[in-house]
């Protein structure tokens, strides 16, 4: 139900836009969020954003650099990466909250998207 899109590869200080698309139900009443996998950490936190997009938060690494906004209208959610860097080399995942406040953690998430790969080189 959650289609992820917009990886791919981009060189270091560049951008790329991934996008999180619902199909069937709706998630207009629930926080969102992105997480990030690599062979080296398990699925890592990057950003979320609450129900109406009124509440946002970023992982340290990403603050200025990635912004999350959503359409509800859409029933997307975006990611903005700016500025990218080789170490946000991952797959990124979206997911839907339980709840409409935004969670950091794995657990506050219910629905999953499947992964959409970023490449950064140096």
């Known amino acids: 139900q959650l289609q992820a899109s917009g990886g791919g590869l981009v060189q270091a200080g560049g951008s790329l836009r991934l996008s999180c698309a619902s199909s069937g139900r709706t998630f207009s009443n629930n926080a969102t969020g992105w997480f990030r996998r690599t062979p080296e950490k398990e699925r890592e936190f990057v950003a979320a954003i609450n129900w109406n997009g009124g509440s946002t938060y970023y992982v340290d690494s990403v603050k200025g650099r990635f912004t999350i906004s959503r359409d509800n209208a859409k029933n997307t959610v975006y990611l903005q990466m700016n500025n990218l860097k080789p170490e946000d080399t991952a797959v990124y995942y979206c997911?839907?909250?339980?709840?409409?406040?935004?969670?950091?953690?794995?657990?506050?998430?219910?629905?999953w998207g499947q992964g959409t790969q970023v490449t950064v080189s140096s």
């Open positions: 997911a839907v909250a339980y709840g409409s406040a935004w969670s950091t953690t794995i657990v506050g998430y219910r629905y």
